[in-house]
Structures are given as structure tokens and as C-alpha cells.
T-cell receptor, first 112, second 116 residues
Framework: SQQGEEDPQALSIQEGENATMNCSYK?????LQWYRQNSGRGLVHLIL?????REKHSGRLRVTLDTSKKSSSLLITASRAADTASYFC????????????FGSGTQLTVLP | KAGVTQTPRYLIKTRGQQVTLSCSPI?????VSWYQQTPGQGLQFLFE???????NKGNFPGRFSGRQFSNSRSEMNVSTLELGDSALYLC???????????????FGNGTRLTVT
């Protein structure tokens, strides 16, 4: 079963615009991670935010985490055609369970 | 450093057969996880190995099994294949030791299994 639900399922924007994707989850977490997947390939880690952090930046990426609402958002600024991919959030549970649980993903298309 | 390597890249099998997939982690990574990805179910956790021991197992039938060798390389096996086993099987390695997974996963490009 999937811990996270992502919204929207699909997003289409023009190059240069910002893209925002949201992730909601159900149980308490140790950290939340975002990954990107190009079609038919493996996932690439983008950013990790711990449960005691509220915001994190990496280049054109900005991630926020609201543990009270059990939600996170990923913002990609000044998008490029090369950002076209599926984006997944993954939660690492607090406690003894070890596996990352992935959301359903957002398919982002950036039009040139 | 070389990335995570999965072989083979593509595989076509017939119902009832068995299959073995291989994964070589990044050098120095002792944790190896396996995921199944399908359009309908998304990414589903199969199992995780650390130092040749299975530490965690997902909700899959016993037909799915795995192992890890002393050099951290891992294999997963699926016996008595069913049509529904058609999927992209992804292997990931990490530096994560004890406790919650607080290190990024590094994924291979997967093995695309088609069962006919």
C-alpha cells in the first residue's frame, strides 16, 4: 500500500514557469524524500527533509514540510524541458520500520 | 564511483517459469532494497538486505525471494511467474545502517520483466 498521495497526478507548464507538487502522508515520519524518474529509468534522489525541518533548498528546488498537516510540497523554479519527468515523494517512518514508502507520483511535462 | 547496476535490462518469460534478477550496489553500500513498479500499484517495497541479512520484507507472496552476498551484491528470484508479475523491478543501495532510512536511495535503471 502507498503511504503518500501526490497532487496533481499530472502537470503541464511552459518553460520558465514554476511547478509545484504536493504530497500528503498518513503516519508519523523520520524524514521525507523527493525523487525524480525519467521514463523507464531508475529514480534519482533530489532532496531529503527531516521531520524537524520546515523548509529546504537545493538549487532550483524548494521543499517544505508541515508535519501537523502531514504534507510536503516540492517547488521547481524556472522550469526547463529537461525537468520533464515523474516526481515521487517517499516517507521514512519513525520507529523501527525501515522501508521508504513512495507516493503515487506527479507526471510533470515542461513544454519548450 | 560506478552507480547501481542491474542485469539483465529486459527479460521475457512465460507463465510458470522462474527468474533471477541481479543487482550490484555502489561500492561501500551495504544496504540493498528491491522495489516493484507497475502502472496500477506504483512503487511497492519488496525487501531490504543489509550485511547478507533480510531486514525487512514487503507484502508479497513467498514466490518472491532474495539474498545478498558477502560483497553486498544482491539477487531476487521470482518463482512460478504470473502475468501480474510483469513490472519494472528496481534495486537501490544506500549507506543507511541502523534505524530509519535517513540516507538517500541510489537506484539502478531496473529490469523490465514481461511475463507472457
Amino acid at each position: 500500500s502507498q503511504q503518500g498521495e501526490e497532487d496533481p497526478q499530472a502537470l503541464s507548464i511552459q518553460e520558465g514557469e514554476n511547478a509545484t507538487m504536493n504530497c500528503s502522508y498518513k503516519t508519523s515520519i523520520n524524514n521525507l524524500q523527493w525523487y525524480r524518474q525519467n521514463s523507464g529509468r531508475g529514480l534519482v534522489h533530489l532532496i531529503l527533509i527531516r521531520s524537524n525541518e520546515r523548509e529546504k533548498h537545493s538549487g532550483r528546488l524548494r521543499v517544505t514540510l508541515d508535519t501537523s498537516k502531514k504534507s510536503s510540497s516540492l517547488l521547481i523554479t524556472a522550469s526547463r524541458a529537461a525537468d520533464t519527468a515523474s516526481y515521487f515523494c517517499a516517507t521514512a517512518p519513525s520507529g523501527s520500520a525501515r522501508q521508504l514508502t513512495f507516493g503515487s507520483g506527479t507526471q510533470l511535462t515542461v513544454l519548450p | 564511483k560506478a552507480g547501481v547496476t542491474q542485469t539483465p535490462r529486459y527479460l521475457i518469460k512465460t507463465r510458470g517459469q522462474q527468474v533471477t534478477l541481479s543487482c550490484s550496489p555502489i561500492s561501500g553500500h551495504r544496504s540493498v532494497s528491491w522495489y516493484q513498479q507497475t502502472p496500477g500499484q506504483g512503487l511497492q517495497f519488496l525487501f531490504e538486505y543489509f550485511s547478507e541479512t533480510q531486514r525487512n520484507k514487503g507484502n508479497f507472496p513467498g514466490r518472491f525471494s532474495g539474498r545478498q552476498f558477502s560483497n553486498s551484491r544482491s539477487e531476487m528470484n521470482v518463482s512460478t511467474l504470473e502475468l501480474g508479475d510483469s513490472a519494472l523491478y528496481l534495486c537501490a543501495s544506500s549507506l543507511s545502517g541502523q534505524g530509519p532510512p535517513n540516507s538517500p536511495l541510489h537506484f539502478g535503471n531496473g529490469t523490465r520483466l514481461t511475463v507472457t
